[in-house]
Every structure is written in structure tokens, then in C-alpha cells.
């Protein structure tokens, strides 16, 4: 059975950092692309990030170029998504998802995905 498990969210101020860590189980994680989704209320979700199964390229949303760092660990079995420079806008409820293939784009279908861990930035 897959399973993808979120970690690391919480409540931070403005201008802190996060990294929220995501496990995977259930399937070849190495042969996955990783993607990094949040949802804020009242909002559409939006890709935040993705990293490669294949030579760890990545695509970013504009607005967190600079900010946000996806990476990986194919021999835990876990992705991360390092978050500098925090702002409120930040806030949502953030998803990992997972797509069978090498290179990883923002806005595909994912065939896996988390239940999500929730990242509150106060001002």
C-alpha cells in the first residue's frame, strides 16, 4: 500500500524557516518524481516545487524562487521542502505527491499524494 506522510508544518513568524519532510512508502520511491502543493483557504492549489527521480533538476512557482529548496533521499525514502524567509502568504496547507517518470513538472498529474501538514506564518 502506498503511503505518503507529511512532517515538519507548524506555526513560524515571518521571516523564519521550515523544512517539512515527506516518507514514502509502498512504492519505488527512486523512480518518482517528488512534487511539493499547498492550499491556502478559500484557494486553488497551487505547485510550490518538484525535484527529478532522475539527475535531481527541480521547477519552482515564481513565488518562492530564491526561497524554497525541494531535495531528496532516495535511500530513506523521504523528500524534503526547506522554506527560508517565510511570509503570511506562506500559510497553507502543504501536500506531497509523487509521479511515476524521471523528470518532475509543476503542473502534471501526480499519481500519489500526502494528507498534508498545515504551515501557519504569522506576521
Known amino acids: 500500500e502506498v503511503h505518503l506522510v507529511e512532517s515538519g508544518g507548524g506555526l513560524v513568524q515571518a521571516g523564519g524557516s521550515l523544512r517539512l519532510s515527506c516518507a514514502a512508502s509502498?512504492?519505488?520511491?527512486?523512480?518518482?518524481?517528488m512534487g511539493w502543493f499547498r492550499q491556502a483557504p478559500g484557494k486553488e492549489r497551487e505547485g510550490v516545487g518538484c525535484?527529478?527521480?532522475?539527475?535531481?533538476?527541480?521547477e519552482y512557482a515564481d513565488s518562492v524562487k530564491g526561497r524554497f529548496t525541494v531535495s531528496r533521499d532516495n535511500a530513506k525514502k523521504v523528500a524534503y521542502l526547506q522554506m527560508n524567509n517565510l511570509k503570511p502568504e506562506d500559510t497553507a496547507v502543504y501536500y506531497c505527491?509523487?509521479?511515476?517518470?524521471?523528470?518532475?513538472?509543476?503542473?502534471?498529474?501526480?499519481?500519489?499524494w500526502g494528507q498534508g501538514t498545515q504551515v501557519t506564518v504569522s506576521s
Open positions: 505527491a509523487a509521479d511515476l517518470g524521471p523528470y518532475c513538472i509543476l503542473n502534471m498529474p501526480y499519481d500519489y
Open positions: 509502498g512504492f519505488s520511491f527512486h523512480d518518482y518524481a
Open positions: 525535484i527529478s527521480a532522475s539527475d535531481g533538476s527541480g
